[in-house]
């Protein structure tokens, strides 16, 4: 029954079913929804045993202001605000000499996104790295509302107080239904710079007059994040959005002065960012860049309580640590004293120092801080238990003891503050095993299938035909790799794993493989091995060290002439790869000669085709010329004039480039030209299916929808790295040649598709990383995951991220059907087609299968070692920066990659569209 090729799919279909089940079973134990205390805190009746003159807060007790101004600027990295790198910010530092502004570095946790930051702000609490996938649900998507759950925002509100809000959407899903006043901006769309800030400055006119009517004002712009995301912190973008946002202060500041002469009403003015962001504008990780937020308190007030002794700006600081370092937690139970509301009850965060000198007498600062410690023990409890229940932790109630039997000192307090804080912020997630052991169980037993398959196919089945060697080879290839997720450090860095392993697979291969070494087989090996070489050196791809020049930084940054002229050449290339390498031109020889014309044409077929792929390389080309001006670099001198042309055809006319609207008109033309260029490369490919099928020619099919295909992931690729293609061109080009002509003479083809599934799988993580990505969610990159999109919508985007983070892997998909089955084509030999594996009908299907069963093997294998190395390793202290989001990207590339494209868009090409 084994020999059926409908049984054997059957069988390995289920296998890697269960292999995706047994991972997602495995993640929802793995990332579980965080448990919180319900309900909403109040203060404590008991008082501070050592205070006399003041109780803990009241309700009925007057706040330290009367009203806050919240100012999130997303992604402001403390530099931004506080280093002479950056002295945009002219007036906040203005504000910190006077003494009106108390500047912080503030700690964000991992993972730096949005959506857990902006829980840890306003909870107290530290984040559930699920909040990080959370964070790109729809926009619609209110799940993760905090209306149910303490915070300062609800204890504020609790008390009567409105609350107007206006940016960031986010917040509107986390209270959907605590603001009075409101408007949000979608945070995902990062090609805006602007609007997505307009629509949040476009209120303060009527938020600052004297008739607005609110307690609390939350602002929370997005535009410098985006630049950070297409441009990185040194984008020409940056400066101007700086000195913007540094004007709002100024008037938000202005209003608070004015309240203050006028009314004498006191407004703490909270200037921050949510998170940081690293060299290259991205976040999501663990870095110092990353988690290093700027923050400020700001009032009039200061200046008169205070006698502070700040500078601005400082020199540089290496580590991003600028004035004193506290938690971002931290400004939870600080706002809760300033502002006298109750501590909410997940509160992780201990009060600010330095603000306790508005209260003067230090038997209110010890009241402060004792209600903060009940909320705390409150938290400890909840979790350890009581006294009894919590042996290991004797010290602490002794030390908690101590401080309500006496009037212990505020230097006592934080002493005990502090240890509880540091084992609450500490204490493992609440996993579920259940899910966790039972999703283990499941990829164990389906990798143990997959490799009985393996084993009984190649060693027994097949045994006279294939060297056993090679399937041990193969076995002990993916065992070895799978090793590596044992160690933090071999994930940060895995880029130089695959560099070594594609190295000593192409040499193992060559030295038991292929024998007849000649001068033309030296220069295919030659160009491979180069290469490979220029991959490795195009980017930085590690998480622990970087190099100031690569290939690509130099190419972005330092001669734009070059890059340009390599991205016009690999544009031709490909143009000129789909006009004769594959079979599209030869659709239309039927238009040849054609009788009836009224004047000669002899090859009436080849031009339309040429004029046709011409037309949509045109297109795309373009597209890219916009987006690069669009995105704050300076394009070329020979390409402005084209530049301008382009953009002049849409009705944007050069001489308005300094107008304001000029960026967002420009946006439309990106638009436009995008979605164009997606129509022309759907259009190329529905006339060469069609043709094919009506004229019943499929000769070169697999090659031209690979390179049309191809197209389209350029137009999805960052600027540096489209000239990559170019060298992937090369090295696909060697591999074939290497593979067909050093090949043993008594090679079958079972043994043609371990080498060639070997070097996919190598070929395909070397480029994954080459291009600059790592198993940190700071390098996912936005930039073109908005192409012909005017609004967010989660699908789209969704999809248009997964192909620009992982168009090398797609590329080389595609590329293995060429090696596998039009091997000639890849060598540009239109004549010799005669063997290529695409013309045995009846083999299409047991040679997919047996590519997919090797795959299966790497992935079932590699599947089982992660997810043992994560439940060992559980409690790690890099369980949540390094572990976690290398199972969101073996996830990506098992469910995505591996079953998506390399199975599913695989059978379509062979089987529909063939």
């Not at 079932?860 to 409690?875: D, E, P, Q, T, V």
Request: hydrophobic residues 45%; charged residues 15%.
């Amino acid at each position: 029954m084994f020999k059926s090729i409908t049984f054997r799919w059957v069988i390995q279909l289920v296998i890697i079913v269960s292999q995706i089940i047994g991972l997602l079973i495995f993640l929802r134990g793995f990332f579980p929804s965080k448990v919180v205390l319900s309900g909403f805190n109040g203060f404590y009746e008991s008082t501070s045993p050592f205070s006399t003159s003041w109780n803990s807060p009241k309700a009925n007790d007057s706040p330290q202001f009367d009203k806050v101004v919240v100012m999130v600027v997303d992604a402001m990295r403390t530099d931004f605000c506080f280093s002479k790198s950056y002295p945009h910010m002219s007036f906040l530092h203005e504000l910190i000499n006077n003494g009106h502004a108390i500047p912080f570095t503030s700690f964000s946790n991992p993972p730096t996104v949005t959506l857990p930051r902006l829980k840890g702000i306003t909870t107290g609490g530290t984040p559930s790295f699920l909040d990080a996938i959370l964070n790109v649900a729809d926009d619609k998507d209110t799940s993760q509302g905090l209306s149910s759950q303490d915070s300062w925002v609800s204890q504020y509100k609790n008390l009567g107080k409105t609350i107007n809000f206006f940016g960031d959407d986010t917040w509107l899903k986390l209270f959907p239904t605590t603001f009075t006043e409101f408007d949000g901006t979608n945070s995902f769309f990062v090609s805006d710079f602007t609007e997505v800030d307009r629509n949040v400055t476009r209120h303060l006119d009527k938020q600052l007059s004297q008739d607005a009517k609110w307690d609390a004002l939350i602002l929370h712009y997005l535009g410098l994040d985006h630049i950070g995301h297409k441009g990185g912190p040194n984008s020409v973008f940056m400066k101007p959005k700086l000195e913007e946002m540094d004007g709002v202060l100024k008037r938000v500041y202005d209003y608070s002065v004015q309240q203050h002469n006028d009314l004498n009403e006191s407004v703490l003015i909270v200037l921050m960012g949510d998170h940081g962001m690293n060299d290259i504008g991205n976040h999501g990780a663990s870095s110092p860049g990353e988690t290093s937020a700027s923050l400020s308190f700001i009032s009039p007030k200061f200046s008169n309580t205070f006698n502070l002794g700040y500078t601005a700006p400082l020199d540089e600081s290496p580590d991003y640590t600028y004035y004193s370092k506290i938690n971002q937690i931290d400004l939870v139970p600080s706002l809760s004293g300033l502002l006298n509301f109750p501590i909410p009850k997940n509160n992780l965060g201990v009060f600010i120092p330095q603000l306790l000198k508005l209260w003067g007498s230090e038997s209110q600062q010890r009241s402060i801080l004792y209600e903060n410690c009940q909320q705390f023990m409150d938290l400890f409890i909840a979790k350890y238990g009581t006294e009894e229940e919590s042996d290991e932790y004797a010290h602490l109630w002794s030390k908690w003891h101590s401080l309500k039997e006496s009037g212990s000192s505020v230097e006592y307090h934080y002493d005990v503050l502090y240890e509880i804080q540091q084992i609450l912020t500490s204490s493992a997630t609440n996993y579920d095993y259940n899910d966790i052991f039972l999703g283990f169980v499941i990829t164990i037993v389906s990798s143990i299938a997959v490799l009985i398959s393996y084993n009984h196919y190649f060693l027994f089945r097949n045994s006279d035909n294939v060297p056993y060697h090679l399937v041990i080879f193969v076995e002990a290839f993916a065992v070895i790799y799978s090793l590596h997720f044992h160690g933090s450090s071999l994930i940060e860095e895995e880029h130089q794993i695959w560099y070594f392993f594609t190295i000593v697979s192409a040499a193992f291969l060559a030295s038991y493989y292929f024998k007849s070494f000649n001068k033309a087989s030296l220069l295919y090996w030659t160009l491979f091995l180069t290469g490979i070489r220029i991959l490795k050196a195009w980017n930085n791809s590690g998480q622990k060290y970087s190099y100031k020049v690569t290939i690509g930084s130099y190419l972005l940054n330092e001669d734009t002439d070059i890059l340009w002229v390599l991205i016009i050449a690999t544009y031709i290339v490909y143009s000129v790869s789909i006009f004769v390498q594959g079979g599209f031109s030869s659709c239309f020889d039927f238009l040849n000669e054609r009788k009836g014309f009224s004047f000669d044409v002899k090859q009436a077929g080849s031009l339309i085709s040429f004029i046709a792929i011409f037309v949509t390389s045109s297109v795309g080309l373009s597209f890219k010329i916009c987006q690069f001006y669009n995105d704050g670099y300076v394009l070329p001198r020979y390409l402005r004039l084209v530049f301008f042309w382009i953009i002049e055809n849409y009705g944007v006319s050069f001489k308005t480039v300094d107008n304001p609207d000029f960026k967002f008109q420009l946006q439309g033309v990106n638009t436009q030209l995008s979605r164009l260029s997606g129509y022309c490369i759907l259009g190329l490919l529905f006339i060469r299916v069609s043709l094919g099928k009506l004229r019943k020619f499929n000769t070169g099919l697999i090659t031209d929808v690979s390179n049309l295909i191809t197209l389209y992931l350029i137009q999805q690729t960052k600027f540096e790295n489209i000239p990559i293609f170019l060298v992937l061109l090369g090295i696909k080009y060697s591999a074939a040649k290497i593979i067909s002509q050093t090949q043993p003479k008594n090679a079958n083809i079972d043994q043609i598709l371990l080498i060639t599934s070997i070097f996919i799988i190598c070929i395909q993580n070397l480029t994954f990383f080459s291009m600059g990505n790592t198993n940190s969610l700071a390098t996912v990159d936005l930039s073109n995951a908005y192409n012909g999109i005017l609004e967010y919508d989660v699908i789209p985007v969704g999809v248009l991220t997964f192909i620009s983070n992982f168009v090398g892997p797609i590329y080389w998909s595609l590329a293995s059907l060429q090696i596998i089955f039009e091997i000639s084509k890849v060598r540009f030999e239109q004549n010799n087609d005669v063997q290529d594996l695409i013309n045995f009908k009846f083999l299409r299907k047991s040679v997919l299968w047996v590519k997919v069963l090797i795959t299966s093997l790497f992935y079932g294998i590699s599947a089982s070692n992660l997810i043992g190395s994560c439940i060992n390793l559980r409690f790690h202290l890099f369980i949540w920066t390094v572990f976690s989001p290398k199972l969101l990207y073996f996830a990506s590339w098992s469910i995505l990659v591996n079953f998506l494209v390399d199975l599913i868009l695989a059978s379509i090409i062979l089987f529909i569209l063939y």
